[in-house]
């Protein structure tokens, strides 16, 4: 089973957002999570091996 979490680090930067880009930013991440299976993320390499990278919009997220 999958879990999800933020970061201190995320939560303090999405709050430092505009209201509805966080807003969008949470809805997004929250849409990935429950459609993981379904989808063809960017796997990172390196220290970040068994991480993704994503597109929002026109933010990037890893």
Not at 9 to 23: G, N, P, S, T, Y
Not at 32 to 53: A, C, Q, T, V
Request: aromatic share 12%.
């Amino acid at each position: 089973m999958r879990e999800l979490g933020w970061s201190e680090e995320a939560i303090e930067d999405l709050k430092k957002l505009d209201k509805q880009v966080a807003q969008r930013i949470v809805k997004r991440v929250l849409w990935l999570f429950e459609n993981f299976d379904d989808i063809m993320p960017e796997s990172l390499s390196g220290k970040r091996k068994g991480e993704f990278k994503f597109k929002i919009g026109g933010l990037y997220t890893k």
